[in-house]
C-alpha cells in the first residue's frame, strides 16, 4: 500500500507547564490516504499568514506518477510563495531551537514496520524536556517521546524542513 499510516505509539498532547514550547499551528488534515506532506505544508503555510488550500498545495508538490510527495518539492513551492526555506538532516535539539525560534518543523517519520518503511510527513509545533507536539495526518495535538520520535525519525534519514 502506498500512502501515509501510522504506526508509532502518539499521546494525546500532554498539559502544558511552564517547560512547554508550543506555538499555535494550525491543523489541517489529510484528506486523502496520500497528502500527508500537502497538509503539513498547508498548515505551515497558515501559521505564516498564508492561506492556500489542500488542494491547490496537493496540485503543486503531489507527483502522481510516484503516489507521493517529495520534500524538495514542497521546498521549491514554499520558496515560489516567496519564503525561505531550511531543510537537511536534524536532531532533536535542531528541533527545538527552531520551535524556540518560532518556526514549526516538518519531519518525515517511518510509520511502516521493520520489513517495509513508510514515509509520513508531520508538523512539529512544540516540545517540553521529553519530547515533541506535532500534527499527524488526520490527528491533531499529539505528543510523542523523544526516544519514539528518533525511532521514527531515523530510518527518514532525519529530514526536516523548516518554511520562514
Do not use: K
Request: net charge negative; hydrophobic share 40%; glycine share 8%.
Amino acid at each position: 500500500m502506498v500512502g501515509c499510516v501510522q504506526r508509532p505509539a502518539f499521546q494525546p498532547d500532554r498539559e502544558i507547564t511552564a517547560r512547554t514550547v508550543r506555538l499555535e499551528v494550525p491543523f489541517i488534515p489529510q484528506t486523502q490516504n496520500n497528502d500527508c506532506g500537502p497538509s503539513a505544508l498547508a498548515a505551515v503555510l497558515a501559521f505564516h499568514g498564508r492561506d492556500v488550500s489542500l488542494d491547490e498545495v496537493t496540485r503543486r508538490v503531489f507527483t502522481p506518477v510516484l503516489e507521493r510527495t517529495l520534500l524538495p518539492d514542497m521546498e521549491n513551492y514554499a520558496r515560489s510563495l516567496g519564503f525561505s526555506t531550511r531543510s537537511g538532516r536534524g536532531d532533536p535539539v535542531l528541533l527545538r531551537d527552531w520551535i524556540n525560534a518560532g518556526n514549526p518543523v516538518i519531519l518525515m517519520l517511518n510509520m511502516g514496520g521493520r520489513m517495509f518503511s513508510q514515509g509520513h510527513y508531520v508538523v512539529v509545533y512544540g516540545h517540553d524536556p521529553d519530547g515533541f507536539l506535532m500534527h499527524i495526518g488526520t490527528r491533531a495535538e499529539m505528543y510523542l517521546p523523544d526516544q519514539a520520535l528518533l525511532e521514527g525519525w531515523e530510518p527518514m534519514n532525519r529530514l526536516y524542513l523548516v518554511v520562514e
